[in-house]
């Protein structure tokens, strides 16, 4: 039920941003790999009760570096609209807890390279943050 209200108020135009900056980042065959990951947290963005984010294990220095790129290219632009959508929803009480989702999306917007999306019931098999 949760993840409808969330759809509704503001995690669709979330999961734009992301299909957008994504877009823009696949014009480029160097872009491509922060292209997927865009796309996959937009996918993240769209529906993000039940599931959560774990570490990749095999994730190396490439994704450290990708990730200070990202954050240059699009990341502070991302966590920025969380930040604000965040806010705004948590005005009301019954946005309170999408607020707060907004708000755990910050991280993983920032540095989305080498983390993956599990079920909540998986996050035992994963380093979950």
Known sequence: MLNIVWLIFGGLLMALGYVVAGAVLAITVVGIPFAIASFRMANFA???FGRRLADEPDA??????GNVLWVVL?????ALGHIV???AQCVTVIGIPL???NFKLVPVS???LGKRIVDTD???LYHVR
Do not use: K
Request: hydrophobic share 60%.
């Open 99 to 101: 607020g707060v989702a």
């Open 85 to 87: 959508t965040g806010l």
């Open 122 to 124: 998986a996050h035992r």
């Open 74 to 78: 699009a990341g502070w632009w991302l």
């Open 110 to 112: 920032l540095f989305p």
């Open 60 to 65: 190396g220095a490439f994704s450290m570096v």
């Open 46 to 48: 769209l529906w993000p």
